[in-house]
C-alpha cells in the first residue's frame, strides 16, 4: 500500500493511477473497520479526514483530465466518509509526510520500476522531465 506523492498524480501512469484508486478505497474501508495498520499508510489516521479527502479529490481530479471513468457512487461514498469532519475540499491540502524527501522516495520508487520494465520508457521520461528538478534542488532531507 502507498499514497504516492500528490505532485506525483498527474504523471503516474494510467494503471497505476487506477492503482491508486483501489488504494484509497481500500484505505478508507480499513479505516473504517479499524484495521489499518499498514506503516506506509497509517499516518493518514493522524490527520482530520479532510486531508484524505483532498488526495482523493486529486485523483478525481486526474481521472477527470484522462476520461478515466471511476464508479461515481464508490467516490460518493469516500466523500461521505470523509465529510465527517465537514470543510470545503482544496486541492492544496496535503499530509506533511508528502515533503521534498517523500517525493524523492517515490520517484526512485517509479525508477526502479521503469528499470524493472514495469513502465514504458515514454511513462518514466514524463516522471522524470516533470519532477527530476524538484529533488535535486531540495534540502529537504
Avoid at 11 to 39: F, N
Avoid at 59 to 66: A, G, I, N, Q, T
Avoid at 109 to 124: A, H, P, S, V
Avoid at 133 to 139: A, L, Q, T
Wanted: with cysteine.
Amino acid at each position: 500500500m502507498r499514497l504516492w506523492h500528490y505532485k506525483l498524480i498527474p504523471y503516474l501512469p494510467k494503471d497505476m493511477l487506477v492503482s491508486q484508486w483501489r488504494e484509497c478505497i481500500a484505505i478508507k474501508r480499513q479505516w473504517e473497520k479499524g484495521t489499518l495498520k499498514h506503516r506506509l499508510v497509517s499516518y493518514v489516521m493522524n490527520y482530520n479526514k479532510k486531508y484524505f479527502r483532498n488526495y482523493i479529490y486529486n485523483v478525481v481530479l486526474e481521472f477527470d483530465k484522462r476520461h478515466i471513468n471511476f464508479n461515481e457512487k464508490l467516490y460518493e461514498e469516500l466523500i461521505d466518509f470523509c465529510f465527517e469532519d465537514g470543510g470545503v475540499v482544496s486541492c492544496n491540502l496535503m499530509y506533511p509526510e508528502h515533503n521534498t524527501r517523500y517525493l524523492q522516495q517515490c520517484y526512485y520508487n517509479l525508477q526502479e520500476k521503469y528499470d524493472r520494465g514495469i513502465i514504458t520508457n515514454d511513462e518514466w521520461q514524463l516522471i522524470h522531465k516533470n519532477i527530476y528538478g524538484e529533488i535535486v534542488r531540495s534540502d529537504d532531507f
